[in-house]
């Protein structure tokens, strides 16, 4: 068997040692851009150049080092029937969900109070937080929503899901595609954006859905950049809509540093880190399915191109 990493990290070795590692029956390659064809079997993938699917035509799955593959879809040559696999958690969904409590916390708790109140050396109580003031709303239930929202009704928020298709979660009120999203907006203050970038989700988080959340709304997205249209956060902030906007993920990234969004004390920038790919936990599960597949098992993780996720 043959295996072929593919990705941009100048210490590939960080990456191929724990491969052999774990799949010692593989012949481990990194790909090198002037080089033969090695005719691998499989592709472990971060953002590839094209030039990948010309070159290795024996591929019989391409296994992606992130969980959102939309970056992998554009691709103009990748073969319409090569199983594509993103990740799975993979320790993902743990740390997306710290990153929202977070998140929320800071609003909630009103940390930013106290912060400014320690720089004063004020001592002054707030009254206590009212949970039923700070209903969430997470969109997208996969691997990571799912997380996210347990973790939160678990600390007694009022939480909501929404899905493209039906879910039934312990705690949580849930909400199915585009005719129930009114009605999860209308219940949701703080809204998460935790879903894959599609043609169906790009720009979703615009004003006129800004426009439908509860009022002194927080937005909190760690999905893709693409799925904010940022102008019109920018003028949710400003007519009130919404009150403040915690941002992993921009369309431009890094962001630069003319960017507005820095200017603006409603919204926290992190240089999405929300939730890191764990080397470890990522090439046991990706070895672990690569032998599966090369003994004719099935797989799961296999993206329907079809419907992009
Ligand atoms: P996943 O398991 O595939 O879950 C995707 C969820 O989104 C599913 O619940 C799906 O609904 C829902 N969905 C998809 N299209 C929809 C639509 N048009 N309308 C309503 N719901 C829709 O994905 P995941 O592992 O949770 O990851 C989600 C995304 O998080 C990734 O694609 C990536 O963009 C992002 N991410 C970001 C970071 C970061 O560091 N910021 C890290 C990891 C991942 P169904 O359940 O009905 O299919």
């Known amino acids: 068997m043959k295996v ?4 941009g990290d100048p210490k590939p070795e960080r990456w191929t040692a724990p491969i052999r590692e774990l799949l010692p029956e593989a012949e481990v390659y990194v790909w090198d851009a002037n080089g033969p064809a090695v005719d691998a079997d499989y592709a472990i993938v971060w953002q590839p150049p094209s030039e990948l699917f010309e070159r290795e035509t024996k591929l019989k799955a391409v296994f992606n080092l992130g969980a959102g593959i939309d970056g992998l879809l554009e691709i103009p040559n990748l073969p319409p029937h090569l199983p594509v696999v993103r990740l799975e958690d993979a320790g993902m969904s743990v740390q997306m969900a710290e990153y929202v409590l977070h998140q929320l916390l800071e609003a909630s708790r009103g940390m930013e109070i106290y912060r400014e109140q320690q720089r004063e050396r004020v001592w002054k109580i707030h ?3 009212k949970r039923s003031e700070w209903p969430v709303g997470i969109m997208g239930l996969g691997h990571i929503g799912k997380r996210v929202a347990c973790t939160l009704a678990d600390l007694d928020y009022r939480v909501n899901g929404w899905a ?3 879910h039934t979660l312990d705690k949580v009120s849930t909400f199915a595609g585009m005719n129930e999203l009114p009605d999860f907006l ?3 203050r703080v809204l998460v954006n935790t879903l894959p970038l599609t043609d169906e989700t790009r720009d979703i988080l615009n004003h006129q859905l800004f426009s439908q959340l509860m009022p002194g709304a927080v937005v909190i997205n760690v999905g893709r950049g693409e799925h904010l249209v940022e102008e019109d956060l920018l003028k949710a902030i400003d007519d009130g809509h919404v009150a403040r906007a915690s941002l992993d993920v921009f369309r431009q990234e890094p962001l630069p540093a003319d960017h507005p969004f820095w200017r603006q004390p409603e919204i926290t920038i992190t240089p999405h880190i929300s ?3 764990l080397r470890d936990a990522t ?3 990706i070895t672990g399915k690569i032998r599966t597949h090369y003994h004719n098992r099935p797989i ?4 329907d191109t079809s ?3």
């Open 283 to 285: 090439l046991e599960q």
């Open 186 to 188: 209308g219940s949701t």
């Open 300 to 303: 799961t993780g296999i993206v």
């Open 307 to 309: 419907r992009g996720y």
């Open 127 to 129: 009254r206590p937080i």
């Open 4 to 7: 072929l990493f593919v990705a």
């Open 275 to 277: 939730a890191r790919t």
């Open 164 to 166: 493209r298709s039906d």
